[in-house]
T-cell receptor
Framework: GAVVSQHPSRVICKSGTSVKIECRSL??????MFWYRQFPKQSLMLMAT?????????EQGVEKDKFLINHASLTLSTLTVTSAHPEDSSFYIC?????????????FGNGTRLTVT | KQEVTQIPAALSVPEGENLVLNCSFT??????LQWFRQDPGKGLTSLLL?????REQTSGRLNASLDKSSGRSTLYIAASQPGDSATYLC??????????FGPGTSLSVIP
């Protein structure tokens, strides 16, 4: 079945540094990928929609200059948390649509646990 | 604005029981509804996907139903096992190609 690989699974960084998270679709092409954030004991909140070859679409309240998204190919989207702050510590998950149209399922990566010290 | 809720927030049952998890959504204009499982600190595993034109889907001990007009879906788990312990999330895909997640139901199956 369709697989989405997310890397790294865990990362610890110091305040002020930047962290890049990769999301790859391994056996299918994904023109659209989605980035979610999950706080402890809460559900997933959509941060942005990543479109191959164009700018990402950010949800209201998400700082686009803080969370840089690049979708340079049909199999890779990256999320860079710039100038990380302890409040950015969270679980980040990406997903990719396994096909075209609204009826195709979403496949999720295993997530990245970010801890900013 | 689409809102998704799940009841109950937490559920604890003895092994072997059948159980039902509920998901409600406010806007019936959806493409599909998907049920996921999430283990602590892990990503999501897709369980069942129901298209908007479908009424139910089954996979093994799992059965999911969808009543779009009333904005409800249920996930039925038969003969529960300790390995079923996890958080179960429902997610609706809206007409604007967004997926809205419910808050989840935390299930604990006691041996």
């Amino acid at each position: 079945g369709a697989v989405v690989s997310q890397h790294p699974s865990r990362v610890i960084c110091k305040s002020g540094t930047s962290v890049k998270i990769e999301c790859r679709s391994l056996d299918f092409q994904a023109t659209t990928m989605f980035w979610y954030r999950q706080f402890p004991k809460q559900s997933l909140m959509l941060m942005a929609t990543s479109n191959e070859g164009s700018k990402a679409t950010y949800e209201q309240g998400v700082e686009k200059d803080k969370f840089l998204i690049n979708h340079a190919s049909l199999t890779l989207s990256t999320l860079t948390v710039t100038s990380a702050h302890p409040e950015d510590s969270s679980f980040y998950i990406c997903s990719a649509r396994g096909g075209q149209g609204g009826n195709s399922p979403l496949h999720f990566g295993n997530g990245t646990r970010l801890t900013v010290t | 604005k689409q809102e998704v809720t799940q009841i109950p927030a937490a559920l604890s049952v003895p092994e072997g029981e059948n159980l039902v998890l509920n998901c409600s959504f406010t806007d019936s204009a959806i493409y599909n509804l998907q049920w996921f499982r999430q283990d602590p600190g892990k990503g999501l595993t897709s369980l069942l996907l129901i298209q908007s034109s479908q009424r139910e889907q089954t996979s093994g001990r799992l059965n999911a139903s969808l009543d779009k007009s009333s904005g409800r879906s249920t996930l039925y788990i038969a003969a529960s096992q300790p390995g079923d312990s996890a958080t179960y999330l429902c997610a609706v895909r809206t007409s604007y190609d967004k997926v809205i997640f419910g808050p989840g139901t935390s299930l604990s199956v006691i041996p």
